[in-house]
C-alpha cells in the first residue's frame, strides 16, 4: 500500500514558473501589459494564427462569446448535461435558455444526431463541449451551424491540446474558450483564453473584457501609454494578468512534453485494464485525445460494490479520483428554473454513474502510475459478482 496520498490532480510547475513569476513581481508590471500579449501571440502561433484574448477564464470567455454575438432573452442555446455548470451558467448569465441533449454513450460528447432533433425556431447556438480532450466531430457541428445559421460557443476548457483530423481545436471557426485553471492541462492557476476567428468580434470581446474600455485603452502601458479612453459598453472585468501570462508562457512551450506523458500513462492505463469489467475510454479515428481527465467506466452489473465504494476503496489505499461531471440535470437549481427530471437524459446518467477519474498528469511517476494500475486491478478483482 502506498504511504502518502496520491491526489487525483496536480500542475506542473516548477523551477521555470517560479523564475518567471519572480520575474514579474520585480518588473513592476504585475496586471495585464506585455507578458499577457505574449502569451495571447504565442497561442495565436500555435493556432494558425487566430486571434486569441487572454482572459480570467474558460467562463469569462464563453460569457463574453454569447453576449458579444447577440444572444439574449427568447433564444435557445443548446448543450451537454455531461459538462461543468459554467457551460449553462453563461448561457442563462445572457438571458438566453439552455436546452439540454443527452451525449454519445462512447465519448461522452453531445450526440449531434440529437442535437438536430432539438434545433427550433428559437435556437441561436450550440454550445459543444470537448468531454475529457476527446474532440467533437467538428465536421458534424459545423455542418449543423452552416446549415442552421446557429453560433457556435466551444467549451475547450479540456482540450487546448485536442486535435481533429490533424488539426488543433480552436482552428475550426468557431469561438473557442479555453481555461487554464489549475487542474487544467496547461495552467495560470486561474485563467482562460478565446479564440475569435471574425476581426471585429474579437474587437468587440476585447472592449467588454475591460469594463468596455475603448480599444486602444488596452495599450495604456509603458512608455507611449496615456490616461484618455472612453466606454463603449458596460463591460466586464475579465482580463489576465501579467502574473499569469508569465506562467502560461512557461506552460505553453512544456505542453507538448507534458501531453506525451499523459498519451504514455493513457496508454499504460488501457493495456493494465483491457480484461477488466471496465469501459476504457475511446479515441476515435479522428481524434488525438487530449487527454485531460481519463474517465474509467465501471460495469457496475459485474461487480459487488458500486462506483462510490470503489471511489471510497481507493481513498482508503491512498490514492484520489474524481467523477465528471455529476450531470446538469440533477442539480436542484437547474431542476426547478428548467423541469429537468432524472431519467431524462438516460445516456449522462448511466455515464455518470459508472466514472471514475482516475489521477493522470504529467508529474505522476512511474511507481504511481504503478500504483493506480495494481490497486484499480485489485479492488474491481476482489469484487467480481
Ligand atoms: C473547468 C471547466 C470550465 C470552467 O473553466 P474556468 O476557466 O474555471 O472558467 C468550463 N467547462 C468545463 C467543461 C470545465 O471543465
Same mark, same amino acid.
Given at each position: ?10 500542475? #506542473? ?7 518567471? %513569476? ?7 508590471? $504585475? ?11 504565442? =497561442?495565436?502561433?500555435?493556432?494558425? +494564427? ?9 467562463? @469569462? ?16 442555446? $443548446? ?15 445572457? +438571458? ?9 454513450? #462512447? ?7 440529437? /442535437?438536430?432533433?432539438? $434545433?427550433?425556431?428559437?435556437?441561436? @447556438? ?13 465536421? *458534424? ?24 483530423? +490533424? ?24 485563467? +482562460? ?6 476581426? #471585429? =468580434?474579437?474587437?468587440?470581446?476585447? /472592449? ?5 474600455? &475603448?480599444? *486602444? ?32 508562457? !512557461? ?38 485525445? @487530449?487527454? *485531460? ?34 450531470? $446538469? &440535470?440533477? *442539480? ?23 466514472? !471514475?477519474? =482516475? ?12 500504483? %493506480? ?13
Amino acid at each position: 500500500m502506498r504511504q502518502e496520498f496520491l491526489p487525483y490532480n496536480l500542475p #506542473d510547475l516548477g523551477a521555470e514558473e517560479e523564475e518567471a %513569476v519572480i520575474q514579474v513581481l520585480r518588473s513592476g508590471w $504585475i496586471s495585464r501589459g506585455p507578458l499577457t500579449q505574449q502569451f495571447e501571440m504565442a =497561442l495565436s502561433r500555435e493556432l494558425e +494564427g487566430k486571434a486569441v484574448l487572454a482572459l480570467s477564464s474558460c467562463t @469569462a470567455g464563453m460569457h463574453l462569446a454569447l453576449l458579444a454575438q447577440g444572444i439574449g432573452p427568447g433564444d435557445e442555446v $443548446i448543450t451537454t448535461p455531461l459538462t461543468f455548470a459554467a457551460s449553462v451558467n453563461v448561457i442563462i448569465h445572457v +438571458g438566453a435558455t439552455p436546452v439540454l441533449v443527452d451525449v454519445e454513450e #462512447d465519448t461522452g460528447n453531445i450526440d449531434f444526431a440529437q /442535437v438536430e432533433q432539438a $434545433i427550433t425556431e428559437k435556437t441561436k @447556438a450550440i454550445l459543444p463541449v470537448h468531454y475529457a480532450g476527446h474532440a467533437v466531430d467538428m465536421e *458534424h457541428l459545423n455542418r449543423l451551424r452552416d446549415r442552421y445559421h446557429l453560433i457556435i460557443v466551444e467549451d475547450a476548457a479540456h482540450a487546448i491540446a485536442s486535435v481533429y483530423r +490533424g488539426r488543433r481545436i480552436g482552428t475550426f471557426g468557431n469561438v473557442t474558450s479555453f481555461s487554464f485553471y489549475a487542474t487544467k492541462n496547461l495552467t495560470t492557476g486561474e485563467g +482562460g483564453a478565446v479564440v475569435v476567428p471574425d476581426p #471585429d =468580434l474579437a474587437e468587440k470581446i476585447r /472592449v467588454l473584457s475591460l469594463h468596455g474600455m &475603448s480599444a *486602444h485603452a488596452w495599450n495604456r502601458y509603458g512608455e507611449k501609454g496615456s490616461w484618455g479612453y472612453t466606454i463603449e459598453a458596460p463591460g466586464f472585468k475579465y482580463n489576465m494578468t501579467d502574473l499569469q501570462a508569465a506562467l502560461g508562457l !512557461v506552460q505553453l512551450r512544456k505542453l507538448e512534453r507534458m501531453q506525451e506523458r499523459r498519451r504514455q500513462i493513457a496508454r499504460q492505463f488501457a493495456q493494465a485494464f483491457g480484461d477488466l469489467p471496465v469501459i476504457l475510454p475511446v479515441e476515435r479515428e479522428y481524434a488525438q485525445h @487530449a487527454w *485531460h481527465l481519463y474517465p474509467l467506466r465501471l460495469q457496475t452489473e459485474y461487480l459487488t460494490i458500486s462506483r462510490e465504494e470503489f471511489i471510497d476503496q481507493l481513498t482508503l489505499r491512498n490514492i484520489g479520483a474524481s467523477v465528471h461531471f455529476i450531470p $446538469i &440535470s440533477h *442539480h436542484p437549481y437547474f431542476q426547478q428554473r428548467y423541469g429537468w427530471k432524472r431519467g431524462q437524459f438516460p445516456k449522462t446518467e448511466r455515464f455518470f454513474g459508472q466514472e !471514475v477519474s =482516475l489521477p493522470l498528469y504529467p508529474s505522476m511517476t512511474d511507481q504511481d502510475v504503478h500504483d %493506480v494500475v495494481a490497486n484499480v486491478r485489485e479492488i474491481v478483482l476482489s469484487h467480481l459478482a
